[in-house]
């Protein structure tokens, strides 16, 4: 168990539908990674947060867009969703805003159907 | 982008073999890699990390070596065992892009009995 908790698990909603996912970091990490993992473009960066601000910004769609609350959990919010929505999305986090060693949850699996 | 796209090399290796794993990176101003292991149906675990000064890592059961002139980053595992089975990826950090970090596309580990 990595500490990193993400919630749900699974999710199946769908096109142009609205979805949150959230993830709460280890116990004493400031800083919280999204990511997309899809079969055909592997595990890309969507965003990180450090201690509630913008740190860097990837691969991530307008329609996306994701906040880190005062507790330090973040959520990902997905709208307009596409069938090309569907992956594994996976927050991590890690002590300092260096995304090193950065710890994983378990995903939440989205379907948009 | 950074798409690291679908192929997925497959590495079989007979239980109680050594394992060598590898990851040719794409930023040769890169200061940091990860390795991480992943397993069906569970986020990427973190196994060893090391830093661009360095050119060797040893952890329990495994290390890394680091080949900056060809930019070229292993992981080799000892004694492979069955649970060793995953998805086997590695990543690389430019801290001038914002510390993200970027993935490669990742190998297929099957550990014969």
């Known amino acids: 168990d990595s500490g990193v908790t993400q919630t749900p698990k699974h999710l199946i909603t769908a096109t142009g539908q609205r979805v949150t996912l959230r993830c709460s970091p280890r116990?004493?990490?400031?800083?919280v990674y999204w990511y997309q993992q899809s079969l055909d473009q592997g595990l890309q960066f969507l965003i990180q947060?450090?201690?509630?601000?913008?740190?860097a910004k990837g691969n991530i769609l307008e329609r996306f867009s994701a906040q880190q609350f005062p507790d330090l959990h973040s959520e990902l919010n997905l709208s307009s969703l596409e069938l090309g929505d569907s992956a594994l999305y996976f927050c991590?986090?890690?002590?300092?805003?260096?995304?090193?060693?950065?710890?994983f949850g378990q995903g939440t699996r989205l379907t948009v159907v | 982008g950074e798409s690291v796209g679908l192929h997925l090399p497959t590495l079989s290796v007979q239980e109680g073999d050594n394992s060598i794993i590898n990851c040719a990176y794409s930023?040769?101003?890169?200061?940091?890699f990860i390795w991480y292991k992943q397993e069906s149906g569970k986020g990427p675990q973190f196994i060893i990390d090391?830093?661009?000064?360095?050119d060797k890592r040893q952890g329990q059961r495994v290390t890394v070596l680091l080949n900056k002139t060809v930019k070229h980053l292993s992981l080799q595992i000892a004694a492979t065992q069955p649970g060793d089975s995953a998805v086997y990826f590695c990543?690389?950090?430019?801290?001038?892009?914002?510390?993200?970090?970027?993935f490669g596309g990742g190998t297929r580990v099957l550990v014969k009995p």
């Open positions: 991590a986090s890690s002590r300092g805003g260096q995304n090193t060693e950065a710890f």
């Open positions: 930023n040769s101003a890169s200061d940091y």
């Open positions: 947060y450090y201690n509630g601000e913008e740190r």
């Open positions: 090391i830093r661009s000064n360095m």
């Open positions: 116990s004493g990490d400031l800083s």
């Open positions: 990543a690389e950090r430019f801290k001038a892009a914002g510390n993200k970090l970027t």
